[in-house]
C-alpha cells in the first residue's frame, strides 16, 4: 500500500492511500458497498474522508493537481468512531 501528500489548490493537506480487498476478505461476504470489490483510494483531510473506485492506475506518479481531480470527484464518506 502506497501513501502520499499532497496540497490541493486551497492548500489544504490530504494523505491519500489504495485499499484493496483479499478475495478471502469479508469481501465476497457483502461486508463492502457495491462496486469496491476491486478497491478504492481513501482521501483524508481533518475531518473530510473520501472514497474513489475504480482506483485510477497512474495514481501513485500523478501530480497533485490529478490527485486534486480525483480526490474532487471521490465521493464524500462518514469516518467510522470506535466506540470502546
Known amino acids: 500500500m502506497a501513501l502520499r501528500s499532497f496540497a490541493d489548490s486551497s492548500g489544504r493537506e490530504w494523505r491519500v492511500w489504495s485499499i484493496v480487498p483479499t478475495y478471502e476478505s469479508e469481501c465476497d461476504?457483502?461486508?463492502?458497498?457495491?462496486?469496491?470489490?476491486?478497491?478504492?483510494?481513501?482521501?483524508?483531510?481533518?475531518?473530510?474522508?473520501?472514497?474513489?473506485?475504480?482506483?485510477?492506475?497512474?495514481?501513485?506518479?500523478?501530480?497533485?493537481?490529478?490527485?486534486?481531480?480525483?480526490?474532487?470527484?471521490?465521493?464524500?464518506?462518514r469516518r467510522r468512531t470506535l466506540v470502546g
Open 29 to 77: 461476504s457483502g461486508q463492502y458497498t457495491p462496486g469496491l470489490q476491486g478497491g478504492w483510494l481513501c482521501f483524508e483531510h481533518q475531518d473530510q474522508k473520501r472514497r474513489l473506485s475504480p482506483i485510477p492506475e497512474d495514481w501513485e506518479i500523478a501530480e497533485a493537481a490529478d490527485l486534486e481531480r480525483y480526490c474532487t470527484s471521490a465521493q464524500p464518506v
